[in-house]
């Protein structure tokens, strides 16, 4: 299987490059955020007519989450247990919640596409609401995880939090600033992991930026953010046997500001390839 994350900066306005993309590297499964669309927008044509299945949610021209997978999207879920809502001047457990996560099984692996809030500045309630979400994703993953240690499971999506210093390029993201790097984002990133996921992709690909502004001349420069992620649990590690950071796909007509982040899975078993390298310390 060949496992795609894409931030695709809205769907409608970049969807051949987006289809073309998939069926020219053989993706398996793409997940997708920021698709910018309701639900009943999404261009569902294009992708079947390339041999996808589609799981889409969206709720207005911001946000939005969707996969696209060659074998049918079984157990299909609108947001993760526990998952915060979000909306200005509006603060409580009732909340609406916005389009920010999907998931599905495909082949035995449970696939999760997420855009994780902005946080947009510091001092403004949605930091606070970023953390809370990325909070209830930790509470939610642990549990999964406790319960069905065995599962192949993958966070994958735009998490809005360059991890390390190596991971930010980008001069005007400056921690105690702004945000994507501040020490409560980078702590709830750990905390993530502790649960029982790893990045999968770090190990093969060490180096690399997944985001770069449209200003400024920030991507001929490489001033770019590591913040677009596969997360594995332990079972999803095992298996994975190759990845990439597609760099180039920032280049050309009409680029969105993500880039792909793609991973090879071999689900056969461990058997199957002893000298796979070791993702899942």
């Not at 999760?112 to 946080?119: D, H, R, T």
């Not at 930790?138 to 599962?151: F, G, H, M, N, V």
């Not at 980008?170 to 750990?190: N, Q």
């Amino acid at each position: 299987m060949r496992l795609a994350t894409w931030n695709v900066n809205s769907i409608r306005a970049r969807l051949p490059r987006i289809v073309d993309f998939a069926v020219r590297e053989h993706i398996d499964v793409l997940a997708m955020q920021e698709i910018k669309c309701k639900t009943e927008q999404f261009p569902y044509e294009a992708f079947e007519e390339a041999g996808y299945h589609i799981a889409a949610h969206g709720l207005n021209q911001w946000n939005g989450v969707a996969i696209a997978s060659r074998e049918p999207l079984e157990d299909v879920e609108i947001g993760f247990p526990g998952m915060p809502g979000f909306a200005k001047g509006h603060e409580g457990p009732d909340a609406p919640q916005e389009a920010r996560a999907i998931g599905a099984t495909v082949g035995g692996v449970k696939v999760w596409s997420l855009y994780v809030p902005n946080g947009r500045s510091l001092g403004d309630p949605h930091y606070v609401y970023k953390l809370d979400w990325l909070s209830a994703l930790q509470e939610y993953t642990s549990a999964t995880l406790s319960r069905t240690p065995d599962l192949a499971f993958a966070l994958t999506g735009d998490f809005n939090i360059a991890p390390t210093d190596a991971d930010n390029g980008d001069p005007t993201v400056i921690e105690g600033v702004t945000t994507h790097v501040s020490p409560p984002e980078r702590e709830a990133f750990a905390a993530l992991e502790a649960a029982g996921v790893t990045d999968v992709v770090r190990p093969l690909v060490p180096t690399g930026y997944t985001y770069w502004d449209y200003k400024q001349l920030r991507f001929p420069r490489n001033e770019g953010l590591r913040i677009d992620f596969i997360l594995g649990s332990h079972a999803f590690a095992q298996a994975v046997t190759g990845a990439q950071i597609h760099r180039n796909e920032r280049k050309g007509e009409v680029p969105s500001d993500h880039v792909p982040v793609v991973v090879d899975l071999d689900l056969t078993g461990p058997e199957a390839d002893d000298d796979r390298p070791m993702i899942f310390g």
